[in-house]
């Protein structure tokens, strides 16, 4: 490994002209908590130095971190004087202003980028080697302007380089066992690939100069019996916080990084280890193992997971602050035991009101400067998606954490294969920093990357709002378009509908509207309604179906009348109610509805999809209860289920007399009056559950056998021998009965 850097080095000092007066003298790749730029960012930075005699003009001049595009950034009108430092922030903020602070369009990773100078005519000046330089720390010349580079545990912007320095050395570390289940005690060993020093912690703490030194195997084993500890710290306010009632299950989490006379000198590594519990063999979720130093969740001041200062200052909490991300490790473990993801990530607190109770759900960031800028793994096996952006690690959203633990996942279950932009999911059980945090559900993040994966398109090309047209990204001009154009046409004219469908995704917004209405999402439309088109000719508006936690209650509201009677312009229900004057869109609607109560909400397949939830989960909400105390016990949460099941076998009947009441039959008689034959039109897969009967005036039955023709779109029934007269169709179609008049000629 010294032989590389050596070779860097006289690779560098090759191309190094001798006529130059001005060199790199000194960078920073990765500035936590050196220098702030104007805008209070710690912006990476790049020093020049002139260690000439005269003033040099470097106008024109360029900077770059890529060989092959050495042009990249071009210096504005400037110059250094002799012995005099120059400092450019490599931000990627791109001003080049003559007297202002200057910001490249590039940033430098800590894990090796070169940084090129070249003239006004593109010819080479300097060159600093890509090296790997840890945070807050820096890589440059000692002494100034000299030929041998250092890495410094002391930067010195903008001033001579002094202090305590390495030569630029990488060392590689690894583990003797992979992360994961272990059925029995083991010893574990760090190997490095240089001389180095290696500290290691078990605590989740950052590896310092100071943390443990490696002189002999880790011994791995039962952590069963160990006091709780990051379980036992407050998450909460004392109304929503109780500690756990007992010892939660712990693994072991291992941090180690190398080190060189007080210096890190390589990537840190990181796992998570355990014994005793959690057995792939009759453990059937995936363990997600989250690993962070304690102080950036459970600090007083910089924790975001607990009440802290902020809530002792007056506010809600250090958790609802918005924004605040720290870095963590993120390790995944497939249903196998399997580790399939192991890497650095940052995380925020992630939703509304939820973010007060104790359990909280995380938003997971890959970015480049974590070493990745996506997670790879096809963790939802119903999408084709392999690469992510953002995750969530979600815990039961709303009221529902002290219910049922899986409400909205239930609902995205049922949706999954509707044309609807739901969120997938898979359950897993979670620790953070070695001890249990209790059941979660990995799932999609809703965002601009979300949309463009499953949906092919440019995550920068998108128009997303909310609610009432409150933009998220993009603008509302297109939707505004197409409310002016709905507000300001017949909605009786043909050609008015044919117009909006040319704007919105028509069956998109069927089914979305028929399940809102129909699983009576309670925290809906008002909040949580979220609509999207690709920002291209021919984009149509789309709407996102996502946080259902308050669905399932109250199966006798009638929220579909008001879709009738509401009359305010621009508000949530305009879209719906203007829609439904439309008659082919009327038409439509209710078809749907009535497909969704037979097929996709059809109450044994509700039922099914509820146990399905309940078989998957019981064998693990013993010890959610036990780490939370949410629900209280296993009766009460199996009591909260039922309350579900009381809604899926009840809901149906409220919707069939709700659409009955504010709706025509979604049948369709013609001709009328007829001759010879009578057709029944349907728009969904009636036939094998259709029964058809006609009476005549007196109520008595006819009988019509082998009459009918089952068809599609329509049942032919051959009526050529009835007598002239008035008779009643009855068609019954999963227990719910329509009835239409129709006239006999001759």
Same mark, same amino acid.
């Given at each position: 490994?010294?032989?590389?850097?050596?070779?860097?080095?006289?690779?560098?000092?090759?191309?190094?002209?001798?006529?130059?007066?001005?060199?790199?003298?000194?960078?920073?790749?990765?500035?936590?908590?050196?220098?702030?730029?104007?805008?209070?960012?710690?912006? /990476?930075?790049?020093?020049?130095?002139?260690?000439?005699?005269?003033?040099?003009?470097?106008?024109?001049?360029?900077?770059?971190?890529? +060989?092959?595009?050495?042009?990249?950034?071009?210096?504005?009108?400037?110059?250094?004087?002799?012995?005099?430092?120059?400092?450019?922030?490599?931000?990627?903020?791109?001003?080049?202003?003559?007297?202002?602070?200057?910001?490249?369009?590039?940033?430098?990773?800590?894990?090796?980028?070169?940084?090129?100078?070249? @003239?006004?005519?593109?010819?080479?000046?300097?060159?600093?080697?890509?090296?790997?330089?840890?945070?807050?720390?820096?890589?440059?010349?000692?002494?100034?302007?000299?030929?041998?580079?250092?890495?410094?545990?002391?930067?010195?912007?903008?001033?001579?380089?002094?202090?305590?320095?390495?030569?630029?050395?990488?060392?590689?570390?690894?583990?003797?066992?992979?992360?994961?289940?272990?059925?029995? @005690?083991?010893?574990?060993?760090?190997?490095?690939?240089?001389?180095?020093?290696?500290?290691?912690?078990?605590?989740?703490?950052?590896?310092?100069?100071?943390?443990?030194?490696?002189?002999?195997?880790?011994?791995? +084993?039962?952590?069963?019996?160990?006091?709780?500890?990051?379980?036992?710290?407050?998450?909460?306010?004392?109304?929503?916080?109780?500690?756990?009632?007992?010892?939660?299950?712990?693994?072991?989490?291992?941090?180690?990084?190398?080190?060189? @006379?007080?210096?890190?000198?390589?990537?840190?590594?990181?796992?998570?280890?355990?014994?005793?519990?959690?057995?792939? /063999?009759?453990?059937?979720?995936?363990?997600?193992?989250?690993?962070?130093?304690?102080?950036?969740?459970?600090?007083?001041?910089?924790?975001?997971?607990?009440?802290?200062?902020?809530?002792?200052?007056?506010?809600?909490?250090?958790?609802?602050?918005?924004?605040?991300?720290?870095?963590?490790?993120?390790?995944?473990? @497939?249903?196998?035991?399997?580790?399939?993801?192991?890497?650095?990530?940052?995380?925020?607190?992630?939703?509304?009101?939820?973010?007060?109770?104790?359990?909280?759900?995380?938003? &997971?960031?890959?970015?480049?400067?974590?070493?990745?800028?996506?997670?790879?793994?096809?963790?939802?096996?119903?999408?084709?998606?392999?690469?992510?952006?953002?995750?969530?690690?979600?815990?039961?959203?709303?009221?529902?954490?002290?219910?049922?633990?899986?409400?909205?996942?239930?609902?995205?279950?049922?949706?999954?294969?509707? /044309?609807?932009?739901?969120?997938?999911?898979?359950?897993?059980?979670?620790?953070?920093?070695?001890?249990?945090?209790? &059941?979660?559900?990995?799932?999609?993040?809703?965002?601009?990357?979300?949309?463009?994966?499953?949906?092919?398109?440019?995550?920068?090309?998108?128009?997303?709002?909310?609610?009432?047209?409150?933009?998220?990204?993009?603008?509302?001009?297109?939707?505004?378009?197409?409310?002016?154009?709905?507000?300001?046409?017949?909605?009786?004219?043909?050609?008015?509908?044919?117009?909006?469908?040319?704007?919105?995704?028509?069956?998109?917004?069927?089914?979305?509207?028929?399940?809102?209405?129909?699983?009576?999402?309670?925290?809906?439309?008002?909040?949580?309604?979220?609509?999207?088109?690709? +920002?291209?000719?021919?984009?149509?508006?789309?709407?996102?179906?996502?946080?259902?936690?308050?669905?399932?209650?109250?199966?006798?509201?009638?929220?579909?009348?008001?879709?009738?009677?509401?009359?305010?312009?621009?508000?949530?229900?305009?879209?719906?109610?203007?829609?439904?004057?439309?008659?082919?869109?009327?038409?439509?609607?209710?078809?749907?509805?009535?497909?969704?109560?037979?097929?996709?909400?059809?109450?044994?397949?509700?039922?099914?999809?509820?146990?399905?939830?309940?078989?998957?989960?019981?064998?693990?909400?013993?010890?959610?209860?036990?780490?939370?105390?949410?629900?209280?016990?296993?009766?009460?949460?199996?009591?909260?289920?039922?309350?579900?099941?009381?809604?899926?076998?009840?809901?149906?009947?409220?919707?069939?007399?709700?659409?009955?009441?504010?709706?025509?039959?979604?049948?369709?008689?013609?001709?009328?009056?007829?001759?010879?034959?009578?057709?029944?039109?349907?728009?969904?897969?009636?036939?094998?559950?259709?029964?058809?009967?006609?009476?005549?005036?007196?109520?008595?039955?006819?009988?019509?056998?082998?009459?009918?023709?089952?068809?599609?779109?329509?049942?032919?029934?051959?009526?050529?021998?009835?007598?002239?007269?008035?008779?009643?169709?009855?068609?019954?179609?999963?227990?719910?009965?329509?009835?239409?008049?129709?006239?006999?000629?001759?």
């Amino acid at each position: 490994m010294f032989r590389f850097y050596i070779i860097i080095l006289l690779i560098a000092l090759m191309f190094k002209t001798t006529y130059s007066q001005v060199v790199i003298n000194e960078i920073m790749s990765s500035n936590h908590n050196c220098i702030t730029d104007e805008d209070g960012d710690n912006s /990476d930075w790049i020093e020049l130095y002139n260690f000439g005699n005269e003033e040099i003009d470097l106008t024109g001049y360029y900077l770059s971190d890529k +060989d092959e595009n050495v042009l990249m950034w071009k210096l504005p009108e400037v110059s250094i004087k002799t012995k005099e430092f120059l400092l450019i922030f490599a931000s990627g903020k791109d001003r080049s202003f003559a007297g202002k602070e200057l910001h490249t369009n590039f940033k430098i990773s800590k894990y090796g980028e070169p940084v090129i100078l070249s @003239d006004n005519s593109g010819n080479f000046i300097d060159r600093l080697p890509p090296a790997y330089v840890e945070t807050d720390y820096s890589f440059g010349r000692f002494p100034d302007a000299k030929d041998s580079l250092y890495i410094f545990k002391t930067p010195t912007p903008g001033a001579p380089n002094t202090g305590l320095f390495i030569i630029p050395i990488y060392a590689n570390l690894k583990f003797s066992h992979n992360p994961g289940y272990y059925k029995n @005690d083991f010893l574990l060993q760090i190997y490095a690939s240089e001389n180095v020093d290696i500290r290691y912690t078990v605590d989740a703490s950052f590896p310092t100069d100071t943390s443990s030194l490696y002189t002999g195997a880790i011994r791995i +084993d039962s952590r069963a019996g160990t006091e709780n500890y990051y379980s036992e710290i407050p998450s909460a306010i004392p109304k929503y916080w109780t500690k756990p009632l007992g010892e939660v299950p712990k693994i072991w989490t291992i941090r180690a990084r190398p080190f060189l @006379d007080g210096i890190p000198v390589g990537n840190e590594i990181w796992g998570s280890f355990w014994i005793g519990h959690h057995n792939p /063999d009759n453990i059937e979720l995936p363990v997600v193992s989250v690993i962070t130093s304690p102080e950036n969740l459970f600090d007083y001041e910089y924790g975001i997971y607990v009440p802290g200062i902020n809530y002792d200052d007056g506010g809600e909490g250090n958790y609802f602050l918005r924004g605040e991300e720290r870095d963590a490790f993120l390790t995944f473990f @497939d249903e196998n035991g399997i580790k399939q993801v192991n890497q650095e990530v940052g995380i925020r607190i992630q939703g509304q009101a939820t973010r007060k109770y104790s359990q909280k759900s995380l938003r &997971i960031y890959a970015r480049e400067k974590y070493g990745k800028d996506e997670i790879a793994y096809k963790f939802f096996p119903e999408r084709e998606n392999e690469i992510f952006k953002r995750l969530l690690l979600n815990s039961t959203m709303g009221d529902d954490w002290t219910r049922t633990l899986f409400k909205d996942e239930l609902c995205a279950y049922l949706v999954k294969d509707l /044309d609807l932009d739901y969120l997938a999911f898979i359950p897993v059980i979670a620790f953070i920093n070695g001890e249990y945090w209790g &059941i979660h559900f990995l799932k999609e993040r809703r965002d601009e990357y979300y949309l463009a994966q499953n949906h092919n398109i440019n995550p920068n090309k998108i128009d997303r709002l909310t609610n009432n047209m409150d933009v998220v990204s993009g603008n509302a001009l297109h939707y505004q378009e197409m409310i002016n154009f709905i507000t300001n046409n017949d909605p009786k004219d043909p050609k008015t509908y044919e117009k909006v469908k040319t704007y919105m995704d028509v069956e998109n917004f069927i089914d979305y509207k028929c399940m809102q209405i129909y699983l009576n999402n309670r925290d809906w439309p008002h909040n949580n309604l979220e609509f999207w088109r690709p +920002d291209t000719t021919g984009g149509k508006w789309r709407w996102i179906f996502w946080d259902l936690d308050r669905a399932f209650e109250e199966y006798q509201t009638d929220n579909l009348t008001i879709y009738r009677t509401f009359e305010e312009n621009y508000s949530v229900f305009f879209l719906l109610r203007m829609l439904l004057k439309m008659p082919e869109f009327e038409r439509k609607f209710i078809n749907r509805f009535y497909y969704h109560l037979n097929n996709t909400v059809n109450t044994k397949i509700v039922l099914e999809a509820i146990d399905h939830f309940k078989q998957t989960l019981t064998p693990y909400v013993p010890n959610h209860i036990l780490r939370w105390r949410t629900p209280l016990t296993m009766y009460e949460w199996e009591k909260n289920i039922q309350s579900l099941t009381s809604f899926a076998m009840q809901r149906p009947t409220e919707m069939l007399y709700l659409l009955k009441q504010i709706f025509d039959s979604p049948f369709t008689i013609a001709p009328n009056p007829a001759n010879e034959t009578l057709n029944i039109f349907y728009e969904w897969d009636a036939q094998k559950n259709t029964q058809i009967e006609i009476y005549n005036i007196a109520g008595q039955q006819i009988d019509i056998g082998s009459k009918i023709i089952a068809t599609e779109p329509y049942f032919q029934i051959n009526i050529n021998e009835l007598q002239s007269g008035v008779y009643l169709v009855k068609i019954i179609n999963e227990g719910m009965v329509f009835t239409h008049k129709f006239v006999k000629t001759n």
